[in-house]
C-alpha cells in the first residue's frame, strides 16, 4: 500500500471516529440532563424537619395593636432594672445533631445605648469573722457598708442587649432560651427601643443564618 493510499485510509478513519463520537455524545446527552435534573433540591435532606428554620422573641406582657410591648419596671429599687425575654426556636432535623443534640446558637443587638458617667458606684460589705453576728442558718452579716466608686468605667457605652452568643436546648419539640435585657437607667422610661435577633441553626454545609428577627418594645 502506498503512502497516498495509507493517508487517505488515515483520514477516513478519523472522519468515521469523530461522527461516531459526535453520535455517542447527542446519545448521552438526554441521560446527562436527566440524572442532574434528578437530583432537585427535595433530595436534600432539610435542616429543620419543618422544612424552614423558624424562631420568636416571647417577651413578658402582650403586644399592643401597634405590635409594641408595653414592659413595666421597678425605677424605685437600689439598682437599674433589668428583665429578660424568652426565646424559641425549631431544632436541626436529627440528621445535624451533634453528639445527640441539635446546635442552635443566638446573638442580640439593639437600637439604644447608654455611657457611663463618672458616679457609678457599688456597695462593699465589711464583716467581721470573729466578733460579727450570724445568721440562724450560719451566714456572716455584715458589720457595715461602704461605697466605692468605679470611675475607671466612665465613658463605657453599655447597649441594653448583649451581643454575646446564647444556645438553645432541647424543650419538647421547640430549642428555648432566654436573654437578659438591661439594665436601663432612668432616662429610657418611655423609650421605643428595637430589639434585634440573629439565629444560626448549625448543620454543616447546610447551617441557616436568619439575621431578621426584631421585635419593638417601651419600658414603663
Known amino acids: 500500500m502506498t503512502n497516498l493510499e495509507l493517508a487517505k485510509d488515515y483520514k477516513e478513519f478519523v472522519v468515521k471516529f469523530a461522527g461516531q463520537l459526535r453520535a455517542f455524545r ?58 429578660s425575654v424568652d426565646v424559641e426556636a425549631d431544632p436541626t432535623s436529627p440528621e445535624y445533631y451533634y453528639n445527640g443534640d441539635p446546635v442552635v446558637t443566638a446573638q442580640f443587638d439593639s437600637d439604644t445605648a447608654w455611657v457611663i458617667g463618672d458616679t457609678l458606684v457599688m456597695k462593699q460589705a465589711y464583716y467581721k469573722p470573729f466578733t460579727g453576728e450570724w ?48 439594665p436601663f437607667p432612668p432616662h429610657l422610661r418611655g423609650d421605643t427601643i428595637t430589639l434585634y435577633m440573629e439565629v444560626m441553626w448549625d448543620a454543616g454545609d447546610n ?4 439575621p431578621y428577627f426584631l421585635e419593638k418594645f417601651i419600658v414603663e
Open 135 to 182: 445568721t440562724s442558718t450560719g451566714g456572716a452579716l455584715p458589720t457595715h457598708w461602704k461605697n466605692l466608686d468605679l470611675t475607671q468605667f466612665k465613658g463605657t457605652i453599655v447597649n441594653i442587649a448583649q451581643n454575646t452568643h446564647i444556645y438553645f436546648k432541647k424543650n419538647g419539640n421547640k430549642m428555648t432560651s432566654k436573654r437578659v435585657l438591661g
Open 26 to 83: 447527542a446519545a448521552a446527552w438526554p441521560l446527562v440532563l436527566f440524572l442532574a435534573l434528578s437530583c432537585s433540591k427535595e433530595d436534600v435532606l432539610a435542616t429543620c424537619p419543618t422544612g424552614d428554620c423558624n424562631a420568636s422573641i416571647i417577651f413578658p406582657s402582650s403586644a399592643d395593636k401597634n405590635g409594641y410591648y408595653h414592659v413595666k419596671l421597678d425605677w424605685n429599687q437600689e439598682y437599674y432594672p433589668y428583665f
Open 207 to 210: 447551617s441557616v443564618r436568619k
